[in-house]
T-cell receptor, first 114, second 112 residues
Framework: EAGVTQFPSHSVIEKGQTVTLRCDPI?????LYWYRRVMGKEIKFLLH????????ESGMPNNRFLAERTGGTYSTLKVQPAELEDSGVYFC????????????FGPGTRLTVT | GNSVTQMEGPVTLSEEAFLTINCTYT??????LFWYVQYPGEGLQLLLK?????DKGSNKGFEATYRKETTSFHLEKGSVQVSDSAVYFC???????????FGPGTRLSVLP
């Protein structure tokens, strides 16, 4: 089966612009997670969808970040307006059901804000 | 709260050397523990996992044992190869299906 895919692989934007990241989870996986690694630090949780509902968004840094998962399939993460400190790698992960231990990660999107 | 601490490196070894990357955690309850690896230009891949105390995870010659008494999950490999060069992340999941908590990652470089 195809793995988790993310688009784009790399995005370079200027401060103040808007960027939308996309994640396609493994088919049939109800759970979708967003994480990010900023400035080579630890990977931090952003939010968790169960199907189209936000289960936990406690890691979202501020209201410049908006995540959606319409229809419970792919998800988008929009940053508007982007700031320099948003630069980093954004990872998406999915799992089939809520009790599953393992999460399957995508390749990540490297975001550079200049 | 939950946290993971690991040696940050970078770690540089010669081929066939013994590898240990230390990882300790703080968590309430009984978390599951993981090692993920990120090879250059690729995404995170699960390397191994352990879901309860005294479990040993193993894969590709790597091993880690879940030690509840020392809250540790150290990664070991007896003989590293150049192809093992990557960033290694220790992580925990507090409960099934909850978000992961990661350590800062350890960059390993193996020289021929």
């Amino acid at each position: 089966e195809a793995g988790v895919t993310q688009f784009p692989s790399h995005s370079v934007i200027e401060k103040g612009q808007t960027v939308t990241l996309r994640c396609d989870p493994i088919s049939g996986h109800d759970n979708l997670y967003w994480y990010r690694r900023v400035m080579g630090k630890e990977i931090k949780f952003l939010l968790h969808f169960v199907k189209e509902s936000k289960q936990d968004e406690s890691g979202m840094p501020n209201n410049r970040f908006l995540a959606e998962r319409t229809g419970g399939t792919y998800s988008t993460l929009k940053v508007q307006p982007a700031e320099l400190e948003d630069s980093g790698v954004y990872f998406c992960a999915s799992s089939r059901f809520l009790g599953e231990v393992e999460q399957y990660f995508g390749p990540g999107t490297r975001l550079t804000v200049t | 709260g939950n946290s993971v601490t690991q040696m940050e490196g970078p770690v540089t070894l010669s081929e066939e050397a013994f590898l240990t990357i230390n990882c300790t955690y703080t968590a309430t309850g009984y978390p599951s523990l993981f090692w993920y690896v990120q090879y250059p230009g690729e995404g995170l891949q699960l390397l191994l996992k352990a879901t309860k105390a005294d479990d040993k995870g193993s894969n590709k010659g790597f091993e880690a044992t879940y030690r509840k008494e020392t809250t540790s999950f150290h990664l070991e490999k007896g003989s590293v190869q150049v192809s093992d060069s990557a960033v290694y992340f220790c992580a925990l999941s507090p409960n099934y299906g909850q978000n992961f908590v990661f350590g800062p990652g350890t960059r390993l470089s193996v020289l021929p």
